[in-house]
C-alpha cells in the first residue's frame, strides 16, 4: 500500500493525537471526565475528517452510509440504555472494537490475495496479531455481555481438561501463522487461524465469574485497542496506531490497579475461575454462621442517620441492581438540609465496571465534591458517626484484614467497621463474590435493614423527613 499522505493530513493527526492525550488525562478525575470525553471526541472528528481527505479513499458513498447508520445506533444507544446497563454497553463495544480491527486485517489479506501482490512480512505478522486479538477481544467481550445480561450464567463455567485444549487452540494458532509466514496466500488456512481467535475469545472468558468483570472489561478494552494498533501497522495509518496504543496502554493500567483492589493478580483473575464454589476453606460458608445479627426497621434506621453529625454511604452492586442511586441522592440532600454531613465512599471494583459506582451517582448528579476514592475515605470512618453500606458485601468485609484464611485476605477494603454505627441495606444474608460470610454483618456496632436497596433508601428518605 502507498503509505504517502499529505502534510496537511499528517499534522492534523498530530493535533487530534494531542487531543487525545490531553482528554484522557481529564478522564482521571470524575470532576473532569466529562469535558476529557468531549475533548477526545474533537480529536476523533478531526481524525475520522482527516482520513477522509486522503486520497486513497475511493468509495465515499459506502463510508457515509456507515457513518450515517452507525451514528444512529449509537445516538439510540445513548438515549436507550439504563445506567445500570452501562457495564453491558461497555462490553458489546469493546466487542465491536476488536470485530472491526480484526475485520480490516481480513479485508487486507483479501485484496492483496486478489491483486495478486506478495504480501511484505511485516504486514503478514501485523495482520495475523490483528486477528488474533481483534477475535478474542470479538467473542470475549460478547460473551462477557452475556454474563452481566444474565443471557449466560455469571458464575466460572469450567469442564475438564478446559487448559489442555486452551493449549491446544493457541497451538492449532501458532501452527496456522507459521504455515501463512511461509506460504502467505492460502485463504483456508487464513480462515482457520480466524476461527480458532474466535473460539479463543469464548474460552478465554467462559472461566471467569461474573464478579471479575471489572477486570475483565478493562483488559478487553485493553486488547481493543491493542487490535487497532495492529490494525494500524496493516493499513500503514498513524492516528490509528497511536489512538490504539493510547487506549490499550491506558486500559492495562487500569487492569492493573483493578487487580491491585482485589489483591489478586491477573493470572489469577483469569485462570483461578475464582467464584466457581459457594464455600471457601478459612472462612464461613454463606449462611453456615451461628452468629447472629441485630435487624432494624426504616423508622430507627432514619433516626440513627438523622441526628448524626457524619454519615458516610458505602454504594455497592446491589446499589446498581435495584437502581436506586437517585433514591439515596434524595436521601443525602435531605440529611444535608437537617445539617449532617455527608460523603460517599467508592471501592474501585464495586460494580461490574471500573468506575461503575461513579457513573451511577453521577447520572443522579450527585456532587464530585463528595466522591471519595478508599484511600481517602478510611482515615475518616473512625470519625464518622453513621456508614450506610448500600448492597457492597467483600468490599467491606473484615475479614479481608482479619482472617489469614480467607480467600479475600490482602484485599483492600472499605474499612466501614471503624464507624460508630453501621447500617447495612441488603435483601439476605447471601455471600458476597468469595462466597464467604461478611464479619461485618455480626458485629456490635452494625445494623442490617433487610430489603431491596431501591425500596429501603426511600422509606428511609420518608422517615428522616418526619423528623
Known amino acids: 500500500m502507498n503509505t504517502f499522505i499529505p502534510t496537511g ?5 498530530l493535533v487530534a493525537a494531542s487531543l487525545f492525550i490531553f482528554g484522557l488525562k481529564k478522564l482521571g478525575s470524575p470532576a473532569t471526565a466529562r469535558n476529557g470525553n468531549v475533548i477526545a471526541a474533537v480529536g476523533m472528528l478531526l481524525a475520522v475528517v482527516a482520513t477522509l481527505l486522503d486520497q486513497h479513499v475511493l468509495n465515499y458513498e ?5 457513518l450515517v447508520i452507525g451514528s444512529v445506533i449509537g445516538a439510540v444507544a445513548a438515549y436507550k440504555v439504563q445506567m445500570t446497563e452501562m457495564p453491558q454497553m461497555v462490553g458489546l463495544l469493546n466487542g465491536l472494537g476488536g470485530a472491526s480491527s480484526a475485520l480490516i486485517a481480513v479485508a487486507e489479506f483479501w ?19 490483528d486477528v488474533l486479538i481483534g477475535g478474542v477481544t470479538l467473542t470475549g467481550s460478547f460473551l462477557a455481555f452475556a454474563k452481566l445480561q444474565g443471557l449466560v450464567s455469571g458464575t466460572p463455567i469450567t469442564f475438564p481438561l478446559q487448559q489442555p485444549v486452551n493449549l491446544l487452540l493457541l497451538g492449532t494458532y501458532l501452527a496456522g501463522s507459521a504455515y501463512l509466514i511461509i506460504s502467505p496466500d492460502s485463504l483456508p488456512i487464513f480462515l482457520a487461524v480466524v476461527a480458532v481467535s474466535l473460539v479463543l475469545g469464548v474460552m478465554f472468558v467462559l472461566p471467569i465469574g461474573g464478579g471479575d468483570m471489572p477486570v475483565v472489561i478493562s483488559l478487553l478494552n485493553s486488547l481493543s485497542g491493542v487490535a487497532a494498533a495492529a490494525a494500524g501497522f496493516v493499513v500503514m495509518n498513524n492516528m490509528l496506531i497511536i489512538a490504539g496504543a493510547l ?3 491506558s486500559g492495562i493500567i487500569l487492569t492493573e490497579i483493578m487487580c491491585k483492589a482485589m489483591n489478586r ?14 464455600t ?5 460458608a454463606a449462611g453456615t454462621s451461628n452468629q447472629t445479627v441485630r435487624s432494624i426497621d426504616a ?8 441526628y448524626a453529625r457524619s454519615v458516610v454511604i458505602v454504594p455497592g452492586y446491589g446499589m446498581a441492581v435495584a437502581q436506586a442511586q437517585h433514591s439515596v441522592r434524595e436521601l443525602a440532600d435531605q440529611l444535608e438540609r437537617m445539617g449532617v454531613d455527608v460523603k460517599y465512599a467508592i471501592h474501585p471494583v464495586a460494580g461490574r465496571m471500573p468506575g461503575h459506582m461513579n457513573v451511577l451517582l453521577a447520572e443522579a448528579n450527585v456532587p464530585y465534591t463528595q466522591l471519595y476514592d478508599m484511600e481517602d475515605i478510611n482515615p475518616q470512618f473512625e470519625q464518622a458517626d453513621v456508614a450506610l453500606v448500600i448492597g457492597a458485601n467483600d468490599v467491606v468485609n473484615p475479614a479481608a484484614r482479619s482472617d489469614a484464611n480467607s480467600p479475600i485476605y490482602g484485599m483492600p477494603i472499605l474499612e466501614v467497621d471503624r464507624a460508630k454505627q453501621t447500617i447495612v441495606i441488603k435483601r439476605g444474608m447471601s455471600a458476597g463474590f468469595a462466597g464467604v460470610d461478611n464479619e461485618l454483618f455480626y458485629k456490635d456496632k452494625t445494623t442490617m435493614l433487610f430489603g431491596s436497596a431501591k425500596d429501603m433508601v426511600a422509606k428511609l428518605v420518608s422517615e428522616v423527613k418526619q423528623l
Open 265 to 278: 493478580s491477573l493470572f489469577s483473575v483469569l485462570f483461578s475461575a475464582f467464584g466457581s464454589v459457594t
Open 9 to 13: 493530513i499528517q499534522l492534523t493527526y
Open 111 to 129: 485484496r492483496l490475495l486478489d491483486s495478486s501482490q506478495p504480501i511484505p512480512l511485516d504486514v503478514n505478522i501485523s495482520m495475523l496479531l
Open 247 to 249: 487506549v490499550g496502554a
Open 62 to 66: 459506502m463510508i457515509l452510509i456507515g
Open 280 to 284: 471457601a476453606s478459612g472462612g464461613s
Open 299 to 306: 423508622e430507627e434506621g432514619a433516626m440513627m442517620l438523622g
